[in-house]
Nanobody, 122 residues
Framework: QVQLVESGGGLVQAGGSLRLSCAAS????????MGWFRQAPGKEREFVAA????????YYADSVKGRFTISRDNAKNTVSVQMNSLKPEDTAVYYC???????????????WGQGTQVTVSS
């Protein structure tokens, strides 16, 4: 089992920044990559960004490329996403998840955190 705990969500004005973190514990050695997804009310959960633990290779959704930066701290088993130039359309519950491959597909992720709310006001 892998346990994931997100933190760092909150309310911010458009143009502002937030940093989300995800702490992993448990059988983390079995996970190759960590990803962030988000889900807005009435919408499907969508991919945001992902990173591999070993090489730090990253994927980003086009909608956040250039504004969000994902990073990892192997010593702390933590993955973070720095979100800059936030827009109202970034408002969603953000989830971190683990996968045995670097992927944009939700179904490739097996363990999920409980989510953290990000609200961007206009």
């Amino acid at each position: 089992q892998v346990q994931l705990v997100e933190s760092g969500g909150g309310l911010v004005q458009a143009g502002g920044s937030l940093r989300l973190s995800c702490a992993a514990s448990g059988r983390t050695f079995s996970n190759y990559a960590m990803g962030w997804f988000r889900q807005a009310p009435g919408k499907e959960r969508e991919f945001v960004a992902a990173i591999t633990w070993t090489t730090g290779t990253t994927y980003y959704a086009d909608s956040v490329k250039g504004r969000f930066t994902i990073s990892r701290d192997n010593a702390k088993n933590t993955v973070s996403v720095q979100m800059n130039s936030l827009k109202p359309e970034d408002t969603a519950v953000y989830y971190c998840a683990t996968s045995n491959r670097l992927s944009r597909r939700r179904n490739d992720y097996n363990y999920w955190g409980q989510g953290t709310q990000v609200t961007v006001s206009s």
